[in-house]
Structure formats: structure tokens, C-alpha cells
């Protein structure tokens, strides 16, 4: 059985599934929990509290009260992302300038699974399916920047088995392997009438009629597996006080897949048939280095009632700088630039344990965007966010319990003067002519986001 449908069946089985609709920075995905949900994923690499520390930090599972342990979460993320136009140009030849696209954001489910096991005293075993990255934005088809994006659709599933070992009662390790299936869709309008006067160069003024709103379509859909690694530590001063440090490498994937072009009809031999040879469809691969992160957590219990819990994370989006899509051939079908930065976040939280049943969470977050404002695409219309969050867990017996937590997302507004070209790169001259046959969108775009995390834990 091949390894895409060996990872599929055991998300089938364990509650898994690739998931799309990021809410962390550019498309990753915290959403591994309601836990965290409930406190802005403050202390996500310390606290211990469920299964889920298994994906966090595994060096954690030999110090948790209850180390046999299943959590089976799902999470529902509502983003929102609307386009303000504030002087966008059409592209050359198009008549139709369109709307404004609507709602790109929509509702997504992001379900995980995660399990501990405890070999012995010191030793624990676990396991973690989920989404720790995704994207979904979806505009109208005829928006006025369908030339530059009209769907983005990011899809992964991570299935991440972990081991741990404590040394002594203050110091454990753990580490563990990350196996992900990434599947992407990428699609836009394509101005054919501008792509026919770039080659009839001087001749184009002589046939501006027949250039007129000639539009077509392309779909670029691919796929990768690749493997990755965790690793972590954690140190346990006292039984009220925990520390946790949490690496996870950067994956690179080569997604393998194919362009889907669809061409208008120009009535001339000599332009269709040119077209058919210049925009054909067929197989194309794209390298995409998926980036690593870095979480430093602490969570201190002041009584039997009250806790505190915080996070500082770094993630390498930096590892993401182009998207260069080659056909089969070695031909550069397109090249878009990002020129992403690394991003640092943080998070305060606390919990407090009101009766035997029921405890209560809180938290703040803020995450940075790795988007510049003059890099920004629609594709993804990031920005700076500030995390509000809220939860509960409610303890059915002392095997079952049950989390909720909600989070309301505050982002900035996010600016936007995209034309296609970057001059500081554009290989081989492709994006010299994107200002004037994709046109300008600019404006800006007002984001915010709704998460509610549901979890059911059972410990034995």
C-alpha cells in the first residue's frame, strides 16, 4: 500500500483528516487541540494536560498526571477576508473589471488525534495525527483580481509517533518522526489577449480587436509526501513548575501534479494553434519548504485552584521565499515572489479549577505576519493578529472529560499593491509584462477569525 493511502486510513480510523483555513501566521495551523483554543495555546509545550502533548512536546508524556491518555479534537475555523478597493486597474483589453470578490474565508473543520502511551516508570509512547499547516481562500470567479488568484487550497496531514524518556525526575526527552501529505490547488483567470500581444509585439495595435476580454482559465493541482523530525526537552523544577523547549524540523516537499488550462478561441489558425503550443496543458512539480518551528513554554501551578502558563514561538517562514511552478520540461511556468520573514508569537494564559468538575481558561495572544506589505498577495492576505481566547473542561468522571474553547481573532488591516512583478526577481524576464496583463489590485483587506474547539479526552 502506498504511503498517501496508508496515511488516509489511519486518519480514517484514529478521527484525522488533511485540513484547510489557517488562523496562526501565513498557513499554519495551531489548531491542534481545544485546549489550547480555550488559553491562545499559551504554555502549549509545558502544561501537559491531554494527549495532545504528544504533537506539542513529547518530553512532556512521562510527566503528565494521567499518562494514558486519547484525545480526539475538532476544530471549526471561520476566517474572514475582504478586499477594499481603493484604485485597482484592469488588465489591457479586459472590460469586465469585476467586484470585489466577497468572503474569501469560509468555514473549515480541522480534526486531530492524539495518543499517550506509558511504557514504564520513565518511558512514554505517542502518537499525533493532524494539520499542522493549511489555506483556503476562494473568491469569486470574476472578481476583479481573478488574474492574480481566484482559489487557494492548501491540504495536509501529518501523522507524528513519538517516544520519550525521563531521566531523572526533573529532566525528560523526547523526540519523534513527522511523515505529511501536502496537496495544493492553485487557480486564476489568464489574459490571453495580452499573452498574444507580448508575441506579436509591433503587429498587436493591428488586431487590438480581437483581443478584447479574451479570458481563459488555469488550475495547477499537486502533491507530496516527505518526512520531517521533532524534538524536545523539558524540566521539572518543582511539581507545580514546568519548562518545555519544542523543535519541529522544516520539511521540504516537491508537489508533483499538473496545470489545467482552459483557452479561449481567437478564429485565427496561426493564434490558435501558437496558443495550444504556449499554454498547454499538462504535468508541472513546485518545491515548497514547509518551516520549521520553535516553542519555549512554562506553566506554574500557584494552588489547587489557580495556574499561569506562557509561550514565545519562532516559526522559519523565511524557508518560503518564491513559488517558481516548472513544467515537466524544465520550462518556467510561472514565478511568484514572497520574500517571506521569519515570525515570532506569544501567549499568556491561565486556568482556574472552580469545583472538582468543571475548570475554567483564559488567554492573549499575538502573532505576527511574515508578509511585507509590498509582497502581499491575495492568495493569502496576512497580517499581524491578536489572539482572545476562552475555554472550559468538564470532568464526567475521572476517566472521560470533555474541553470547549473560542477564540476571537483580531487582525490588522492588511494593505495591498500587487501588479505580479518583483524586478529584484523575476527570472528569465516571465513577470515583465503581469502589470499591464494582470492589472494592479490595490487596496486593502479587513480579516478576522472565529475558532470553536471541541475535545473529548479518555484517559485508562
Request: hydrophobic share 40%; with cysteine.
Amino acid at each position: 500500500m502506498r504511503k498517501t493511502q496508508m496515511a488516509r486510513l489511519i486518519a480514517a480510523v484514529l478521527g484525522g483528516a488533511a485540513a484547510t483555513g489557517a488562523s496562526a501566521s501565513a498557513f499554519q495551523l495551531l489548531e491542534q487541540n481545544a485546549t489550547g483554543v480555550g488559553n491562545a495555546y499559551a504554555g502549549s509545550a509545558a502544561s501537559g494536560e491531554d494527549a495532545s502533548t504528544a504533537f506539542f512536546n513529547p518530553a512532556v508524556m512521562p510527566m503528565m498526571e494521567k499518562r494514558n491518555q486519547v484525545s480526539f479534537v475538532l476544530d471549526l475555523v471561520k476566517p474572514t477576508a475582504k478586499f477594499r478597493d481603493e484604485g485597482s486597474t484592469a488588465p489591457r483589453f479586459i472590460t469586465n473589471t469585476g467586484g470585489t470578490g466577497g468572503d474569501a474565508g469560509s468555514v473549515n473543520a480541522v480534526p486531530a488525534t492524539h495518543m499517550t502511551f506509558a511504557l514504564n516508570q520513565d518511558m512514554s509512547l505517542g502518537l499525533s495525527i493532524g494539520a499542522p499547516f493549511g489555506l483556503k481562500t476562494h473568491y469569486d470567479d470574476d472578481w476583479q483580481g481573478r488574474f492574480h488568484a481566484v482559489k487557494s487550497d492548501l491540504k495536509m496531514i501529518s501523522v507524528n509517533p513519538s517516544f520519550a524518556y525521563r531521566f531523572t525526575p526533573m529532566f525528560s526527552m523526547g523526540g519523534g518522526i513527522v511523515y505529511q501529505h501536502f496537496e495544493a490547488e492553485l487557480t486564476q483567470a489568464m489574459n490571453f489577449g495580452g499573452i498574444v500581444c507580448d508575441v506579436a509585439g509591433a503587429l498587436c495595435p493591428s488586431i487590438t480587436g480581437l483581443l478584447q476580454d479574451k479570458e481563459g482559465f488555469t488550475q495547477i493541482k499537486g502533491k507530496s509526501d516527505a518526512f520531517g523530525w521533532q524534538l524536545g526537552v523539558a524540566l521539572q523544577p518543582s511539581p507545580s513548575t514546568r519548562i518545555g523547549l519544542a523543535y519541529r524540523s522544516a520539511v521540504k516537499h516537491k508537489l508533483e501534479g499538473d496545470a489545467n488550462i482552459t483557452r479561449p478561441t481567437f478564429g485565427i489558425a496561426l493564434i490558435d494553434t501558437g496558443l495550444a503550443q504556449r499554454a498547454a496543458s499538462g504535468p508541472v512539480h513546485v518545491e515548497v519548504k514547509v518551516p520549521d518551528t520553535l516553542i519555549l513554554s512554562a506553566f506554574q501551578k500557584l494552588d489547587d485552584q489557580w495556574s499561569i502558563q506562557g509561550d514565545i514561538s519562532r516559526t522559519g517562514w523565511s524557508s518560503l521565499k518564491t513559488l517558481d511552478i516548472y513544467r515537466d520540461s524544465g520550462e518556467l511556468l510561472s514565478s511568484t515572489y514572497y520574500n517571506w520573514k521569519d515570525t515570532w508569537r506569544v501567549a499568556v494564559g491561565g486556568g482556574y479549577q472552580a469545583n472538582a468538575a468543571w475548570k475554567l481558561r483564559a488567554g492573549l495572544g499575538y502573532d505576527q505576519t511574515p508578509v511585507e506589505t509590498k509582497y502581499r498577495s491575495p492568495r493569502l492576505p496576512d497580517s499581524n493578529r491578536t489572539w482572545l481566547s476562552f475555554g472550559a473542561n468538564y470532568k464526567f468522571s475521572e476517566a472521560i472529560s470533555f474541553d470547549v474553547g473560542y477564540t476571537h481573532i483580531f487582525m490588522a488591516k492588511s494593505e495591498i499593491e500587487e501588479d505580479g512583478l518583483h524586478e529584484e526577481y523575476n527570472p528569465g524576464g516571465i513577470n515583465t509584462t503581469n502589470p499591464q496583463n494582470r492589472g494592479v489590485l490595490k487596496g486593502h483587506f479587513d480579516g478576522a477569525g472565529d475558532i470553536l474547539g471541541m475535545q473529548m479526552n479518555y484517559s485508562f
